[in-house]
Structure formats: C-alpha cells, structure tokens
T-cell receptor, first 116, second 112 residues
C-alpha cells in the first residue's frame, strides 16, 4: 500500500521567506510525527499529533515553527521568516494507534530545505 | 533524559565480512529500541525493533540485534556484508511517550 508521502521533496527559500511543508500519512494512522535532520546527524523530534490534537511540540526550535493537522490526516509544517540554520531535511512519520509503545513509525522520504 | 550513542560515525567492511554497528543507550526504564536504515535521498526504513520480547531480534535483509540490559547495548550485526548494505544506519530509543530519540548515525561502507 501507499506509504508516507511528503511534498515538496526539495525547497529552496531565500532568507526571510515563509515555507510550508506537507505530509500525507499512511491511511488510518492516528499518530503523526515531524523530525528535523541536519546534515550528517540523526533526526531530532519536533512535534507529535494524535489525530488533530498536537500533544507534544517540545522540539520546535522557535516560535517561527508551527505545525497543524486540522482534520487528523494531512499535516503541514510551516516555518516563518526562514533562517539559514533552518536548512535541513524535514521528515514526517506516522504510526498506528496502540497502547504498548512499540509501534513502528513509518517515515516519508523527507523534504530537503535549503535557505540561502 | 534518554540518549543514544553510536560508536563510529563511519564503518568500512569488505564484502562478505561481518558487519557490527554499535549502539548504547541511556534509559531509566526498559526501553523500546529500533534500528533504521537510510539510503541516499530516502526516508528511514525500519530494520528491526526490540519490544521486550526475545532479546535477540531478527530483522530484514539478514540483520539482527541483541538487547543486553546489563551493557545497555543494542548492537546490530550481519554475518556477511553485501554491497547493497552500504547506507546510513540509525539506532533509536523510545521510552514513555511516543517520540524517538536517535543516535548520530553510522555510515556503512562496503568494499568489493
């Protein structure tokens, strides 16, 4: 079946521009996650949704970062007034509902953002 | 706070040789542990996961990992490397809550 999809795959922005990154999770997956992966590093958690509720946004680096999932499916990560340090790959992941904690997170291909 | 350490940012092996990628974690409670692989310009693909069942976990593509609580380790192994195994490998831990904490990654290079 279809996996997690993200768009655009590549985005070049001028410093100060706003950008919006889209994530389509696997159908039926309740949980959705955003991670930021800087060059040569492991992904770092940004934020987490369960359905439309944003349950954890502790990883968002500044108030320029905003995420939403209004209908509990597609999610958008918005970065306002982009800075060069925002250049990274932004990964989206989704997982099925579960109580055990061992649920697998399935990742999309990522959006590579370059801020000039 | 939990953390993950992957010893060796780059590992090079010859085709057919043993692959050993190291992962140590810090956690105050029994964790869930994961190994993911990332090919260039692609997302992360799950290789295997430990969820408190058997301590020796078998994954895809011939990889396996052993959870050793006393050593707080979850090293990834494969008996015989193949050229197609060349990629970046990430170890991750999940405690209470749902977010994954990743290590810095190990780039595996396979020499012919």
């Amino acid at each position: 079946g279809a996996g997690v999809s993200q768009s655009p795959r590549y985005k070049v922005a001028k410093r100060g521009q706003d950008v919006a990154l889209r994530c389509d999770p696997i159908s039926g997956h309740v949980s959705l996650f955003w991670y930021q992966q800087a060059l040569g590093q492991g992904p770092e958690f940004l934020t987490y949704f369960q359905n439309e509720a944003q349950l954890d946004k502790s990883g968002l680096p500044s108030d320029r970062f905003f995420a939403e999932r209004p209908e509990g499916s597609v999610s958008t990560l918005k970065i306002q007034r982009t800075q060069q340090e925002d250049s990274a790959v932004y990964l989206c992941a989704s997982s099925e509902p579960g109580l055990g904690g061992g649920e697998t997170q399935y990742f999309g291909p990522g959006t590579r953002l370059l801020v000039l | 706070a939990q953390s993950v350490t992957q010893l060796g940012s780059h590992v090079s092996v010859s085709e057919g040789a043993l692959v050993l990628l190291r992962c140590n974690y810090s956690s105050s409670v029994p964790p869930y542990l994961f190994w993911y692989v990332q090919y260039p310009n692609q997302g992360l693909q799950l290789l295997l996961k430990y969820t408190s069942a058997a301590t020796l976990v078998k994954g895809i593509n011939g990889f396996e990992a052993e959870f050793k609580k006393s050593e707080t380790s979850f090293h990834l192994t494969k008996p015989s490397a193949h050229m197609s195994d060349a990629a970046e490998y990430f170890c991750a831990v999940k405690e209470a809550g749902n977010l994954l904490t990743f290590g810095g990654g190990t780039r595996l290079m396979v020499k012919p």
